[in-house]
């Protein structure tokens, strides 16, 4: 079987999570504060919290611009569902703005229209909070636009730069254009602590609301121990950073690799029906994942595309959600098919290619060979069923 991903896990790796764990002391210390060194190095950002995972990075930074109950948060409708999530645990309400068909990141005009009609509306003007663009499977949103739009309105921009570690738009790296960014070391990223995540900020207070809720709401620089909010246990295991440094140090080779294999598949979908990712001008990304769109006709066939090439070796995903035709924001907030006109297409069409730093050319042949073959045989538009 060709997976959809395998980690980049290597003996240096495994020897400093065994060197960690004879170490016995297992929880935020040295090593904790040596991978937050790393990634703020890495980005350039004054601090780096790190945090149990992506999913706690973006909770955090949301309460940390002062995000709370019934305030509203723009969020793009396409990605993973935490990034709506978040917003929900604060006691805020998501907002969805639709995508970019060709980036599937939030779409700029579609933003502007989005706040102009909650400005306008003496009900929700003033519970405009946050606006939090997702940087879709590793290619980073269009953030001078979105940015200048946040800073019109006064709203804080946090990045959902879950995927994006180690991309960059017109230069600067994801995750160093908002008040925060916050990025994910799950496995299915570029590099990995298994679980993880990590808050990259310029503002020492935000740093420090961080600090303090991912520890119970402990004064992080009490002498003794003061506890001064309610706050979580988000805190990340010192064998899980340990992990992390390593994996830093290997980060550019990683995306490195990533590119060469996806612009391989590029080659290989090149005059064939199948749509490849499409890389925006000034943006350099680091294909967390390779995601392709099928032909329209083929949407409503995708599972069977999905089932056939699994029965033939070769893993393959859905892009990722539809966020409000999820069950709990569309009961909540009774949103149908055509509120979301581009993220209805790109949801229904797109389908996740096996990537990883190990794929060898010949196996992506192989994928991309079976995914045409599979696409003939359902009728891929060419013809009449
Ligand atoms: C992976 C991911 C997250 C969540 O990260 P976890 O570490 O799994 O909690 C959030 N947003 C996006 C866009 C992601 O891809």
């Given at each position: ?259 060469t294999r996806a612009a391989h598949y590029d080659t290989l979908f090149a005059g064939t029906p199948v749509v490849p990712p499409a890389t925006a001008e000034g943006h350099d ?101």
């Amino acid at each position: 079987m060709i997976r959809l991903t395998v980690p980049s896990i290597e003996d240096d790796d495994l020897e400093a999570v065994r060197d960690t764990l004879s170490g016995g002391y297992l929880v935020q210390g040295a090593r904790v504060a040596a991978f937050e060194q790393a990634v703020a190095d890495r980005i350039g950002s004054a601090h780096a919290v790190a945090v149990s995972s992506g999913t706690a990075a973006l909770h955090l930074a949301l309460l940390s611009v002062g995000v709370g109950p019934n305030d509203l948060v723009l969020v793009p409708a396409y990605s993973w569902i935490a990034t709506a999530n978040v917003a929900a645990l604060c006691g805020a309400e998501p907002v969805f703005v639709d995508i970019d068909p060709r980036t599937f990141n939030m779409d700029p005009a579609a933003l502007e229209h989005n706040l102009r009609a909650l400005l306008q509306d003496p009900a929700t003007a003033s519970r405009v909070k946050a606006v939090v663009p997702v940087h879709a499977f590793g290619q980073t949103a269009e953030l001078p636009a979105l940015l200048d739009l946040a800073a019109r309105h006064d709203l804080s921009l946090i990045e959902d730069a879950a995927c994006a570690l180690g991309a960059a738009c017109r230069g600067t790296p994801a995750g160093r254009w908002g008040r925060a960014g916050c990025f994910s070391f799950h496995p299915r990223k570029a590099v990995t602590t298994g679980e993880g995540g990590m808050v990259v900020t310029d503002d020492p207070d935000l740093a420090r609301r961080v600090r303090t809720l991912r520890h119970h709401g402990a004064d992080p620089a009490a002498p003794v121990p003061e506890f001064i909010v309610p706050g979580f246990n988000y805190r990340m295991t010192e064998f899980q950073a340990a992990l992390g440094k390593t994996q830093m140090s290997k980060l550019s080779r990683i995306v490195e690799a990533r590119r060469t294999r996806a612009a391989h598949y590029d080659t290989l979908f090149a005059g064939t029906p199948v749509v490849p990712p499409a890389t925006a001008e000034g943006h350099d990304p680091v294909y967390q994942s390779y995601v392709v769109l099928l032909p329209p006709d083929l949407a409503s066939r995708r599972k069977d595309v999905i089932r056939m090439m699994k029965e033939r070796g070769v893993e393959t995903t859905i892009g990722t959600l539809h966020m409000p035709l999820t069950r709990y924001y569309r009961d909540r907030f009774g949103y149908r098919k055509g509120d979301f006109p581009v993220t209805d297409g790109v949801f229904e069409r797109s389908l996740t290619l096996p990537l990883y730093e190990t794929l060898s050319a010949r196996d992506q042949d192989v994928v991309a060979g079976t995914l045409l073959d599979v696409m003939s045989e359902l009728g891929d538009g060419h013809e009449t069923p």
